[in-house]
């Protein structure tokens, strides 16, 4: 009996100084803002695509094509770097803004396979209710394209390690074909070899 309140206490022992080492180990989290400056990291970052989208949106709205309401489609912006940029981030941030503003609305073109599935499914499929279907014919055709390239340069030494990043977007006609928008921003950071 007494051994069996001697492998109590130890189990107790060993339990309470787990979770005090536990404790001490701890890793406090703190919210911070967004937009906030917070490089952490050499390379493209939350900072970055903030930036970006601040700096595209501002000169896209002050685009003379703005003065009635648009229509625009946006591709992929392609990732020219050899880093996993998930490039959606910057389109999807861009979208939201403008669609706030009330100058443009989007299409996805990727969807139209999916949409025009989904028409037909509506109004040709014995099964569905007609007096809810959406009519074929109605949907939007966009006025420009919005697309983009990501591109870096870096550079190394035995002291030194150079990023130079450029995010470049424009918007095209679909009519005319002609570009009628473009801005980039440009990014460099730099850090002594070994800084962690």
Same mark, same amino acid.
């Given at each position: 009996?007494?051994?069996?309140? $001697?492998?109590?206490?130890?189990?107790?022992?060993?339990?309470?100084?787990?979770?005090?080492?536990? +404790?001490?180990?701890?890793?406090? +989290?703190?919210?911070?803002?967004?937009?906030?400056?917070?490089?952490?990291?050499?390379?493209?970052?939350?900072?970055?695509? %903030?930036?970006? $989208?601040?700096?595209?949106?501002?000169?896209?709205?002050?685009?003379?094509?703005?003065?009635?309401?648009?229509?625009?489609? +946006?591709?992929?912006?392609?990732?020219?770097?050899?880093? %996993?940029?998930?490039?959606?981030?910057?389109?999807?941030?861009? !979208?939201?803004?403008?669609?706030?503003?009330?100058?443009?609305?989007?299409?996805?073109?990727?969807?139209?396979?999916?949409?025009?599935?989904?028409?037909?499914?509506?109004?040709?499929?014995?099964?569905?209710?007609?007096? %809810?279907?959406?009519?074929?014919?109605?949907?939007?055709?966009?006025?420009?394209? /919005?697309?983009?390239? /990501? $591109?870096?340069? !870096?550079?190394?030494?035995?002291?030194?390690?150079?990023?130079?990043?450029?995010?470049?977007?424009?918007?095209?006609?679909?009519?005319?074909?002609?570009?009628?928008?473009?801005?980039?921003?440009?990014?460099?950071?730099?850090?002594?070899?070994?800084?962690?």
């Amino acid at each position: 009996m007494k051994g069996i309140f $001697v492998t109590l206490g130890f189990t107790s022992l060993l339990i309470s100084g787990c979770s005090s080492e536990a +404790v001490r180990h701890k890793t406090l +989290v703190q919210r911070v803002d967004p937009a906030s400056t917070l490089d952490t990291d050499i390379t493209f970052s939350a900072e970055d695509l %903030h930036q970006s $989208v601040e700096k595209m949106v501002s000169s896209m709205l002050r685009s003379r094509i703005f003065h009635k309401k648009v229509v625009i489609d +946006v591709w992929d912006v392609e990732n020219a770097t050899d880093e %996993h940029v998930d490039t959606r981030a910057i389109t999807d941030s861009i !979208k939201t803004t403008i669609i706030k503003s009330g100058k443009a609305v989007f299409i996805d073109s990727r969807m139209r396979e999916a949409l025009q599935k989904e028409l037909a499914y509506q109004n040709k499929n014995p099964y569905s209710d007609k007096k %809810h279907a959406r009519k074929i014919g109605k949907q939007f055709g966009a006025d420009y394209i /919005l697309k983009g390239r /990501l $591109v870096s340069i !870096k550079q190394r030494n035995s002291q030194l390690e150079d990023f130079y990043y450029k995010l470049t977007l424009e918007l095209q006609s679909v009519e005319t074909g002609v570009i009628v928008w473009i801005e980039e921003k440009k990014f460099r950071k730099k850090r002594a070899v070994g800084e962690f």
